[in-house]
């Protein structure tokens, strides 16, 4: 997908949730995005969330802080985050139009950068934190439902030569961040029936990275449920990662 068509596609899912799909959701790994913000953040602290889409993980999940900067490219995400923050009553919270690829944020300013599922430039962010500050990334690996993209043959990231939780680990390596770890996360997510996983499918860009083809086959979505329905509820396998690091002091 050209970084046009990622931007309009963005651009037109701001009012959109995955509540609707009611997955059931179970982790068997611990590294958790906001379990670890938690632990680390502390009243005096300074966030930025980067690729933020309408705000509700920050606004509903960051601990209450100093500063709290969350940003997407999408003006209309960023509308629709601001709609929700006024709903929520928070006010450490703002919002603003940002490019993750050309930040514009100052110099040794935050203690803590957040980003999951979205694109980085650990180059960029590694200016922004203050030394010592920490950078918490959270992405959708290669191997993300791989058996159901092998049933179909195609999906987001099926013909990377080398996965992006790499191209990500090596970027924040090369950026000069210390103590780097990178940590698989699998989750196991439920459907309960065809239609709601059919529906998620067609919305997702898992199998269809491009916003404009919608087709999901149905020989071949029966052949994945068949494969892999456990107690009546049809089973995917989510391989995300998680990357962990310090500005060196
Ligand atoms: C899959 S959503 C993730 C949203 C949110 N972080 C979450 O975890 O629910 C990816 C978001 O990254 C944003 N995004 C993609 N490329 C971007 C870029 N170059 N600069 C800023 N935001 C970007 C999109 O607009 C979208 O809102």
Not at 9 to 25: H, P, R
Not at 83 to 110: A, C, H, Q, W
Not at 119 to 137: E, F, S, V, Y
Not at 228 to 242: E, Q
Request: glycine residues 6%; contains cysteine.
């Amino acid at each position: 997908m050209s970084q046009n068509n990622v931007f309009d596609y963005f651009n037109k899912q701001a009012n959109w949730s995955f509540d609707q799909y009611g997955i059931v959701s179970e982790s068997l790994t611990d590294w958790d995005l906001i379990d670890l913000i938690k632990r680390f953040a502390t009243p005096d602290s300074r966030i930025l969330d980067l690729g933020t889409a309408g705000g509700e993980k920050v606004i509903a999940n960051y601990p209450v802080c100093a500063e709290i900067l969350a940003t997407d490219y999408s003006p209309e995400m960023i509308r629709t985050a601001c709609k929700n923050l006024e709903k929520s009553g928070r006010t450490d919270i703002t919002f603003k139009v940002m490019d993750n690829l050309n930040m514009d944020v100052p110099d040794n300013y935050f203690d803590i950068v957040t980003a999951r599922h979205t694109i980085t430039a650990p180059d960029q962010i590694i200016r922004c934190l203050k030394p010592g500050g920490l950078l918490l990334i959270r992405g959708v690996d290669k191997y993300d439902c791989h058996a159901l993209k092998m049933v179909f043959g195609r999906g987001q990231g099926f013909d990377d030569p080398v996965p992006v939780s790499i191209t990500d680990y090596e970027a924040v390596l090369g950026a000069g961040f210390a103590g780097v770890e990178l940590v698989p996360i699998h989750e196991r997510e439920y459907f309960k029936d065809r239609e709601s996983f059919k529906s998620f499918l067609q919305r997702v860009p898992i199998l269809n990275v491009c916003d404009e083809d919608r087709t999901i086959e149905d020989d071949l979505l029966d052949k994945y449920i068949r494969a892999n329905t456990f107690g009546g509820m049809i089973r995917l396998l989510r391989r995300c990662y998680g990357i962990t690091a310090r500005k060196p002091e």
